[in-house]
């Protein structure tokens, strides 16, 4: 990346490990306990390796509040931004999210937690692509939605109208960018870990490794991935 474009900020979504509220198609065949313990070892991961893609560029932004312990240890630990979503859907916060970042820095990207491999989906070639001027950078997941979404320009409309947690995300948000006249970059397609079909179809090193996470949490693992 040329030392005169100003890094793209890359904004992580998490919302507070808690039994009962994330990870629950997982949890279905895991228990809670244990698919709420691996959804840490995801976020952590993203986070870990967002902060080796994008050093110093990193905004953590969660649901409801930043006062979870969890997120004060990703903050203190790697030294991201923490935020706090805005309310409202998951496109009004995505869009808040991204406008805030571009209006400091230029260009902004929204990853979630759901596929922690970024080294997997080029990240660093996305974030590349959206510093050097692209407007709007979308990569979709096997399931109908996508993993990474941003650029320079995003503005409210490319998010309204969308079907969220529907097979038609993606479908329905390159439309919205089509109506506006936005031209797009597409990343590669990847695989999110939603239910325990997607969990076994993660490549084994990847579970051994978030497996170990979840269940010593108390010691320091390899999670960067590369």
């Known amino acids: 990346m040329s030392g005169s474009l100003p890094?793209?900020?890359?904004?992580?979504?998490?919302?507070?490990?808690?039994p009962g509220r994330c990870k629950t198609r997982l949890a279905r065949r895991m228990g809670h306990p244990l698919a709420t313990r691996c959804y840490q070892a995801?976020?952590?991961?993203?986070?870990?390796?967002?902060?080796?893609?994008?050093?110093?560029?990193?905004?953590?932004?969660?649901?409801?509040?930043?006062?979870?312990?969890?997120?004060k240890h990703l903050a203190r630990a790697y030294g991201c931004r923490l935020r706090r979503q805005a309310r409202g859907d998951l496109g009004r916060r995505m869009?808040?999210?991204?406008?805030?970042?571009?209006?400091?820095?230029?260009?902004?990207?929204?990853?979630?937690?759901?596929?922690?491999?970024?080294?997997?989906?080029?990240?660093?070639?996305?974030?590349?692509?959206?510093?050097?001027?692209?407007?709007?950078?979308?990569?979709?997941?096997d399931d109908g939605?996508?993993?990474?979404?941003?650029?320079?320009?995003?503005?409210?409309?490319?998010?309204?109208?969308?079907?969220?947690s529907t097979p038609r995300v993606a479908r329905q948000t390159r439309q919205a960018m089509r109506r506006l006249g936005l031209a797009r970059i597409e990343g590669p397609r990847m695989r999110d870990i939603d239910d325990y079909r997607d969990w076994c179809g993660q490549p084994r090193h990847q579970r051994a490794r978030l497996l170990r996470a979840a269940i010593m949490p108390g010691r320091r693992h390899r999670l960067v991935g590369r």
């Open 7 to 18: 890094p793209t900020t890359l904004i992580v979504f998490a919302k507070a490990p808690q």
């Open 42 to 71: 995801m976020t952590e991961q993203v986070v870990a390796q967002a902060t080796r893609l994008a050093p110093g560029s990193v905004v953590l932004a969660v649901a409801p509040n930043t006062c979870h312990p969890f997120f």
């Open 95 to 141: 869009h808040h999210a991204l406008r805030q970042a571009q209006r400091a820095d230029g260009a902004a990207l929204v990853v979630g937690t759901d596929q922690p491999d970024l080294h997997g989906g080029r990240m660093a070639d996305l974030l590349e692509q959206a510093a050097e001027g692209a407007a709007c950078v979308v990569a979709p997941t």
């Open 145 to 164: 939605g996508y993993w990474t979404i941003g650029g320079r320009d995003t503005p409210a409309g490319m998010f309204r109208g969308v079907a969220w």
